[in-house]
C-alpha cells in the first residue's frame, strides 16, 4: 500500500507584476528582453492536508508564504479587465510595426515585431479571460496571481474548497439561521 503524497502542487501558477500587465505588454515592443524586470515573481500553489504553501520565485530569490487551512475567511475571485487591454496595446504594436513595415520595405524588424505581436495576441487570447484571486485570513490577505486565468483556477479552487472543508467543516444551516444579524453601526 502507497501513501498518498505529503505536498501536491496544485494546476496552476503566474506572475506577481510589478507594474500593470497592459503597460508591460506595451513595453514588449519597446524594450525587448528587458521588459522582464517589470514582470515579478513566479507564484506556484502547494497543498498538503492542513496548510496551502505559496511560494513566489523571482529568479534571484524565494520566497514562501503558509496559509493553514482552518484559517481561511474566504477566497475573493473577481474579473478583470486585463484581457481586453493587453489586446488593445499588444493590437496598436501590431498596427504600428505593420505601419512601418508597409512604409518602409527593407525594415525587416518591423516584420518582425509584428508577427512576434501576432503570435502574443493570439496566444494571450487563447489563454483566455483573467480574474483577480485573493484568500483572505484573519490578519492578511493574500493575492493570488498564479490563479489569474479563469479556465485554470478552477481545477485549483475546487481543490482548495474540498481541503478547506476538510479542515474547517461544512456550515450548518440550522446553525446559521441561529446566528442573530449583526448590530447596525451607531448613528452619526
Known amino acids: 500500500m502507497t501513501a498518498a503524497p505529503a505536498c501536491v502542487r496544485l494546476p496552476c501558477s503566474g506572475h506577481l ?12 515592443f519597446v524594450v525587448g528582453i528587458f521588459v522582464l524586470l517589470f514582470r515579478g515573481a513566479r507564484q506556484e500553489l502547494w497543498a498538503d492536508a492542513t496548510h496551502l ?19 481561511v475567511q474566504a477566497l475573493v475571485v473577481q474579473r478583470t479587465a486585463q484581457l481586453p487591454q493587453a489586446a488593445l496595446v499588444l493590437g496598436i ?12 520595405p527593407l525594415a525587416v524588424y518591423s516584420y518582425v515585431g509584428a508577427a512576434a505581436g501576432l503570435l502574443v495576441l493570439v496566444h494571450h487570447l487563447l489563454r483566455g479571460p483573467v480574474a483577480s484571486v485573493q484568500l483572505v485570513t484573519g490578519v492578511q ?3 493570488l496571481p498564479a ?3 479563469v479556465r485554470r483556477h478552477h481545477r ?7 481541503r478547506i472543508l476538510a479542515a ?6 440550522a446553525q446559521l439561521a441561529a446566528t442573530p444579524p449583526p448590530a447596525a453601526p451607531p448613528p452619526s
Open 156 to 162: 485549483a479552487l475546487e481543490e482548495l474548497r474540498r
Open 168 to 173: 474547517q467543516g461544512a456550515l450548518d444551516p
Open 141 to 143: 490577505t493574500l493575492d
Open 93 to 104: 504594436g501590431i498596427v504600428l510595426h505593420a505601419a512601418v513595415a508597409l512604409s518602409f
Open 53 to 71: 504553501l505559496v511560494v513566489s520565485n523571482n529568479g534571484y530569490q524565494e520566497s514562501y508564504r503558509r496559509v493553514a487551512f482552518h484559517d
Open 147 to 149: 490563479l489569474a486565468r
Open 17 to 28: 507584476y510589478h507594474a500593470p500587465r497592459p503597460l508591460v505588454a506595451g513595453l514588449g
